[in-house]
């Protein structure tokens, strides 16, 4: 089941988010601040158990819309669970024209999941993680409004 986070996620959410992150991991703080956020769409996946399988968060400023997080616990992978908390946070983006991401060179299982999932490489930041690595900056262009009104001002 995918449903808006809550604040009574947020201790197993912050778990989670350092298990899966490490030193790269949002604080108890920084999690609050997400699923408070304004722009901020924050989803969570539970399993059938009820314990926490997954989530995304996304922040919307004008007509984009960036993917900050999407998570998965190890066990949970390989079952669709990312493409759903992706679906789910394409929905209401009506506004927005692209959704963008940063994904480091060398995740290579995320590099496959977001092209198959139509998000083209548009720029590198050069040591932009912890490890000296470079992101890929990619964009997915989404059918919203905002795009249709882009590029009838732009043609």
């Given amino acids: 089941m995918i449903r808006p986070a809550a604040l009574a996620d947020l201790p197993g959410l912050t778990a989670l988010e350092h298990e899966l992150f490490g030193a790269d991991a949002w604080n108890e703080s920084l999690v609050r601040q997400e699923i408070e956020g304004p722009g901020r769409r924050f989803v969570v996946a539970e399993d059938a158990s009820g314990a926490l399988a997954g989530y995304g968060v996304t922040m919307s400023a004008g007509d984009i819309v960036d993917l900050l997080r999407i998570a998965v616990r190890p066990e949970a992978r390989r079952a669709g669970l ?10 209401d983006t009506d506004d927005a024209s692209r959704m963008l991401l940063e994904v480091s060179v060398t995740n290579v299982e995320a590099l496959g999941f977001y092209v198959a999932r139509q998000f083209s490489v548009i720029d590198v930041r ?30």
């Fill in 126 to 155: 050069p040591h932009y993680y912890r490890d000296g690595s470079e992101a890929l900056v990619m964009c997915r262009w989404l059918p919203g409004a905002a795009r249709a009104e882009t590029a009838t001002r732009n043609d």
């Fill in 82 to 91: 990312a493409s759903q908390l992706l679906d789910e946070l394409l929905v």
